[in-house]
């Protein structure tokens, strides 16, 4: 039979209804067999413990580190520029259309596509590429 991935005669199958006597094959102990930790109410182990072996977690190496002080950019290509209404581009009126996120504290733009009108661009940081396609087109850079 082939596997149809949730579709076909085989996919009814039944609950297993614990603790309905001893006929059902899950009567008396449910399943959880005879006393011990499991078998208790609330009982278990927390998720990653190993019998008291050193956890797998513990074991492996750290590694890297995270710089809290990193500046992050969001990346934009010069393209996605090209459809918006306006001439003076900064981040704000990138998020107002949806470009960036709020999250997203600055960008820095790339020379990827086409433009072919004069745009004014305040951002973080530029590509040699995209800067010299704004002032060919007789539009302004200026990098905070």
């Given amino acids: 039979m082939i596997n149809l991935g949730g ?3 085989h996919n009814n199958k039944k609950k297993k209804r614990l603790g309905r006597g001893s006929g059902s094959g899950h009567g008396q102990t ?39 002080l990193k500046e992050r950019y969001a ?5 996605v520029l090209a459809n918006l209404k306006d001439e003076n581009i900064d981040i704000d009126i990138l998020k107002q259309n949806g470009i960036l996120k709020n999250s997203e504290e ?7 596509g086409e433009l072919n009108r004069k745009l004014n661009i305040i951002c973080n940081k530029i590509s040699k590429s995209a800067k010299e396609k704004i002032e060919s087109n007789g539009g302004a850079v200026k990098v905070i």
């Fill in 30 to 68: 449910s399943g959880k067999g005879n006393k011990g930790q499991n078998a208790r109410a609330g009982g278990g182990v927390r998720p990653g413990f190993e019998g008291g072996q050193m956890p797998y977690i513990r074991r492996v190496p750290k590694r890297g580190f995270n710089n809290p």
């Fill in 7 to 9: 579709f076909g005669k």
């Fill in 106 to 112: 600055g960008f820095k733009l790339l020379g990827g």
């Fill in 75 to 79: 990346i934009i290509n010069l393209g």
